[in-house]
């Protein structure tokens, strides 16, 4: 395996300094976030579009679920949001200031055009040329001893506890599970409909003498109105009925299901055959009579076809209950007994999982529960290390909790010649592969100056448009003087991607009206970065904030060899 080097940790090390800088400015230029600001920014996130209820707010359950599986607190989201929003406010003024010259000056360096050729020279033509010696490699083992370093690693097993290791020790009553069913069925199917219209003598539920008995009187002789002549109905109810919505449409209610409707009207009306007419009926609103036009016949379920389902359902339910209590338990038992997890493991049936060879930087090959962050945190602790004791129970995502224990530790330690010596037979390979192209492409210059060699390749590039050319080079072909002699040669060393050795013929400068809609935009987006980093470089300067290149070179490590 490769050698790691400075380089591939140092956009780490970057971010880590621009949020110091960042954060050292918000706090001297006193710039908070207030409890509305973060209100507003949340309810409009798009990190939690997925989660939010109809009205817009957010469910809190899905909430909690969601940040718990990326191992964060609710408190512990609010606070980094509330730091960025805050990062966002020292960088606002920059982003947003007004372009005028800059943008122009922008313009003519990002869409000058450059006609050029080249060659390109892949270092690893070479390699198959390459046999280090045993003393070139122990002199390169040597040379770079402090960086072969295997990192520290942690041998270990672990348990993880939820509601469901809980689902085999509860049990339900059949007349639980036949209940259930009987109170649900309109989750197993679909309910009786009914279609009809009425004739609605309106009286308030609470009337009584005189007002009782006229409405009573009025609903009587629109009862023997339509029993007389059944197909009047529809002009009965135009006239006669005091339901305002259906009226004027024969008293026709549509399609309506029987929790639809008031008790008494719709036990009278589910009561029905197709066609038939009801007597009066007395609800709060007053006295109906009913005619049904159709009925739609539901469609259930069996109970024992959906029985199964109900069961899991509501052991399920009933483990959830029951988990808290045996949280507390568990939690209890990794830390009073926390020499083993074989307590645990007996009292709740639970399996026991192993793992080798993780270390701090581990990100993946490992079950998500270990790479919980506080996990983790916990495992390399030097008291869980030195005495092998259990974590204590983490909750690594809602109704789950984990607690592990380190086996074997593996101290950081140099690696032996032999264990580096296939990481640094490649180092040698890479660097002496590289010197040699950058020999065949000093002499391809040469050549190519001397009217004697030809490029291979040419293309008319910007720095809108790289031809899929490395942006190095790219650069590199774009700080030629435009003002200095043409044609102009360079080589361009761009480590593995390969050594170009470029001719530089003509330069298309743009005309200031050539900007479009599209290319303003990213252009704008461009510059305003780097307006923001620039911003930020002096922010570095101004609080004396800087890498220590020697101290970030000792700290990166190889990959062990093999």
Same mark, same amino acid.
Not at 122 to 145: C, H, M, N, R, W
Not at 192 to 207: D, G, S, T, Y
Not at 285 to 290: D, L, R
């Given at each position: 395996? #490769?050698?790691?080097?400075?380089?591939?940790? *140092?956009?780490?090390?970057?971010?880590? /300094?621009?949020? *110091?800088?960042?954060? &050292?400015?918000?706090?001297?230029?006193?710039?908070?976030?207030?409890?509305?600001?973060?209100?507003?920014?949340?309810?409009?996130?798009?990190?939690?579009?997925?989660?939010?209820?109809?009205?817009?707010?957010?469910?809190?359950?899905?909430?909690?679920?969601?940040?718990?599986?990326?191992?964060?607190?609710?408190?512990?989201?609010?606070?980094?949001?509330?730091?960025?929003?805050?990062?966002?406010?020292?960088?606002?003024?920059?982003?947003?200031?007004?372009?005028?010259?800059?943008?122009?000056?922008?313009?003519?360096?990002?869409?000058?055009?450059?006609?050029?050729?080249?060659?390109? @020279?892949?270092?690893?033509?070479?390699?198959?040329?390459?046999?280090?010696?045993?003393?070139?490699?122990?002199?390169?083992?040597?040379?770079?001893?402090? *960086? &072969?370093?295997?990192?520290?690693?942690?041998? /270990?097993?672990?348990?993880?506890?939820?509601?469901?290791?809980?689902?085999?020790?509860?049990?339900?009553?059949?007349?639980?599970?036949?209940?259930?069913?009987?109170?649900?069925?309109?989750?197993?199917?679909?309910?009786?409909?009914?279609?009809?219209?009425?004739?609605?003598?309106?009286?308030?539920?609470?009337?009584?003498?005189?007002?009782?008995?006229?409405?009573?009187? +009025?609903?009587?002789?629109?009862?023997?109105?339509?029993?007389?002549?059944?197909?009047?109905?529809?002009?009965?109810?135009?006239?006669?009925?005091?339901?305002?919505?259906?009226?004027?449409?024969?008293?026709?209610?549509?399609?309506? %299901?029987?929790?639809?409707?008031?008790?008494?009207?719709?036990?009278?009306?589910?009561?029905?055959?197709?066609?038939?007419?009801? %007597?009066?009926?007395?609800?709060?609103?007053?006295?109906?009579?009913?005619?049904?036009?159709?009925?739609?016949?539901?469609?259930?379920? #069996?109970?024992?076809?959906?029985? #199964?389902? @109900?069961?899991?359902?509501?052991?399920?339910?009933?483990?959830?209950?029951?988990?808290?209590?045996?949280?507390?338990?568990?939690?209890?038992?990794?830390?009073?007994?926390?020499?083993?997890?074989?307590?645990?493991? =007996?009292?709740?049936?639970?399996?026991?999982?192993?793992?080798?060879?993780?270390?701090?930087?581990? @990100?993946?090959?490992?079950?998500?529960?270990?790479?919980?962050?506080?996990?983790?945190?916990?495992?390399?602790?030097?008291?869980?290390?030195?005495?092998?004791?259990?974590?204590?129970?983490?909750?690594?995502?809602?109704?789950?909790?984990?607690?592990?224990?380190?086996?074997?530790?593996?101290?950081?330690?140099?690696?032996?010649?032999?264990?580096?010596?296939?990481?640094?037979?490649?180092?040698?390979?890479?660097?002496?592969?590289?010197?040699?192209?950058?020999?065949?492409?000093?002499?391809?210059?040469?050549?190519? +100056?001397?009217?004697?060699? =030809?490029?291979?390749?040419?293309?008319?590039?910007?720095?809108?448009?790289?031809?899929?050319?490395?942006? %190095?080079?790219?650069?590199?072909?774009? +700080?030629?003087?435009?003002? %200095? #002699?043409?044609?102009?040669? &360079?080589?361009?060393?761009?480590?593995?991607? /390969?050594?170009?050795?470029?001719?530089?013929?003509?330069?298309?400068?743009? =005309?200031?009206?050539?900007?479009?809609?599209?290319?303003? /935009?990213?252009?704008?987006?461009?510059?305003?970065?780097?307006?923001?980093?620039?911003?930020?470089?002096?922010?570095?300067?101004?609080? +004396?904030?800087? @890498?220590?290149?020697?101290?970030?070179?000792?700290?990166?490590?190889?990959?062990?060899?093999?």
């Amino acid at each position: 395996k #490769p050698l790691a080097s400075a380089a591939s940790a *140092r956009p780490v090390i970057d971010t880590r /300094g621009q949020e *110091r800088v960042v954060h &050292l400015a918000a706090q001297q230029f006193l710039l908070t976030v207030s409890d509305e600001q973060l209100a507003r920014y949340l309810a409009t996130s798009p990190e939690l579009q997925a989660i939010r209820k109809p009205d817009g707010s957010v469910d809190m359950k899905q909430y909690q679920a969601l940040l718990a599986a990326q191992g964060l607190s609710p408190q512990g989201f609010e606070a980094k949001t509330r730091a960025d929003l805050v990062v966002d406010q020292v960088l606002q003024t920059v982003m947003a200031s007004d372009m005028g010259e800059g943008l122009r000056s922008a313009h003519q360096a990002w869409m000058q055009q450059r006609s050029i050729q080249w060659t390109r @020279i892949d270092p690893q033509s070479f390699a198959g040329q390459i046999q280090p010696t045993e003393a070139v490699l122990k002199a390169q083992y040597e040379k770079l001893q402090s *960086r &072969l370093k295997t990192e520290e690693a942690i041998d /270990g097993e672990w348990v993880a506890f939820s509601a469901d290791d809980l689902m085999g020790q509860v049990s339900l009553k059949a007349e639980d599970v036949r209940a259930y069913y009987d109170q649900n069925q309109k989750l197993y199917g679909t309910l009786e409909q009914r279609r009809a219209r009425h004739v609605l003598i309106a009286v308030p539920e609470n009337a009584q003498g005189d007002a009782l008995k006229q409405a009573q009187a +009025k609903a009587e002789a629109a009862l023997k109105a339509v029993q007389a002549n059944p197909k009047s109905f529809p002009q009965v109810a135009q006239k006669q009925s005091e339901d305002p919505g259906s009226a004027q449409q024969g008293g026709d209610l549509g399609w309506f %299901g029987q929790a639809d409707m008031v008790k008494p009207f719709a036990d009278a009306a589910f009561g029905l055959k197709k066609g038939e007419i009801s %007597g009066l009926v007395r609800s709060s609103f007053g006295f109906h009579i009913i005619q049904v036009l159709d009925i739609k016949p539901g469609s259930l379920k #069996p109970f024992e076809t959906v029985r #199964p389902a @109900i069961e899991a359902q509501l052991k399920r339910q009933l483990a959830q209950q029951a988990f808290a209590e045996a949280a507390e338990q568990f939690t209890n038992m990794v830390y009073e007994q926390s020499d083993s997890l074989d307590p645990v493991i =007996k009292k709740f049936n639970l399996k026991r999982q192993t793992f080798k060879g993780m270390t701090r930087q581990t @990100i993946q090959g490992l079950p998500p529960e270990l790479l919980n962050p506080k996990v983790k945190e916990a495992l390399f602790d030097a008291q869980t290390i030195k005495l092998q004791r259990n974590t204590s129970a983490v909750e690594v995502k809602p109704s789950q909790l984990v607690s592990a224990r380190v086996t074997s530790h593996h101290p950081a330690r140099v690696l032996t010649f032999d264990e580096a010596r296939g990481a640094v037979t490649q180092t040698v390979k890479t660097e002496q592969s590289l010197a040699m192209a950058k020999d065949a492409a000093n002499e391809l210059l040469a050549q190519v +100056k001397a009217g004697q060699g =030809k490029l291979k390749q040419s293309a008319l590039v910007s720095r809108m448009n790289r031809h899929q050319l490395p942006e %190095g080079m790219v650069e590199s072909v774009m +700080k030629v003087p435009s003002s %200095g #002699p043409l044609p102009s040669q &360079l080589v361009v060393d761009q480590g593995a991607q /390969g050594v170009f050795v470029v001719q530089v013929d003509a330069v298309q400068t743009p =005309k200031p009206d050539a900007l479009d809609g599209v290319q303003q /935009g990213v252009l704008k987006r461009i510059y305003s970065a780097s307006q923001a980093q620039a911003y930020l470089d002096a922010l570095k300067k101004r609080f +004396k904030v800087r @890498i220590h290149e020697d101290r970030l070179q000792k700290a990166t490590t190889a990959a062990v060899a093999g």
